[in-house]
């Protein structure tokens, strides 16, 4: 079943502003990484937190997690056209065990030139 | 260039034909994994293997295979194709243990497969 679910579902802004998506997800977690994904690409590794770090940046990015809400939330500063993708939480779930990451259905963010 | 290779990019089946998925990796990680992307459903991890000789079931194993013989090697076989398993399926793999490391996966450009 899914782990993560993103909101908002699809996002249209207007370049040079910030874009804000957020994840939530169900069972307790190890890490919680970001991916996005260009249309017909494969996807993209962006920033990775751990269960343990509350905020990170890199670059225009940031991301929070609020462990006690099971939330994520990824914000891009200063928009470029080039953001235009699917972005997509995934977590690895705590306790050992699989490997594997579960993802959510993911944000699509159009910036408009 | 390093990364994750898959092959073919493209492939049609029939219903009941079986056929190999390949994927390779050049930068000795030792975790890999597939998964099916579907319209509107994100990814779902089929298989898994976190070293040689090592494999494991994801959310939606049935009707797929794996083996991990090599480090650099992940081939995903479909044993009977069904409409059902019309989809895009990515590989990916990571060094290891992403609490550890900080790092995330490496993905391939992915296998469109359709089957009718």
């Known amino acids: 079943s899914q782990q993560g679910e993103e909101d908002p579902q699809a996002l249209s802004i207007q370049e040079g502003e910030n874009a804000t998506m957020n994840c939530s997800y169900k069972?307790?977690?190890?890490?919680l990484q970001w991916y996005r994904q260009n249309s017909g690409r494969g996807l993209v590794h962006l920033i990775l937190i751990r269960s343990n770090e509350r905020e990170k940046h890199s670059g225009r990015l940031r991301v929070t997690l609020d462990t006690s809400k099971k939330s994520s939330s990824l914000l891009i500063t200063a928009s470029r056209a080039a953001d235009t993708a699917s972005y997509f939480c995934a977590t690895l779930e705590s306790g050992g065990g699989a490997d594997g990451l579960t993802f959510g259905k993911g944000t699509h963010l159009i910036i408009q030139p | 260039n390093a990364g994750v290779t898959q092959t073919p990019k493209f492939q049609v089946l029939k219903t009941g034909q079986s056929m190999t998925l390949q994927c390779a990796q050049d930068?000795?990680?030792?975790?890999m994994s597939w998964y099916r992307q579907d319209p509107g459903m994100g990814l779902r991890l089929i298989h898994y293997s976190v070293g040689a000789g090592i494999t494991d079931q994801g959310e939606v194993p049935n009707g797929y295979n794996v083996s991990r013989s090599t480090t650099e090697d992940f081939p995903l076989r479909l044993l009977s194709a069904a409409p059902s398993q019309t989809s895009v399926y990515f590989c990916?793999?990571?060094?290891?243990?992403?609490?550890?490391?900080?790092?995330?996966?490496?993905f391939g450009s992915g296998t469109r497969l359709t089957v009718v």
């Open positions: 990916a793999s990571s060094y290891g243990n992403a609490y550890r490391t900080g790092r995330g996966y490496t």
């Open positions: 069972t307790s977690i190890n890490n």
């Open positions: 930068m000795n990680h030792e975790y």
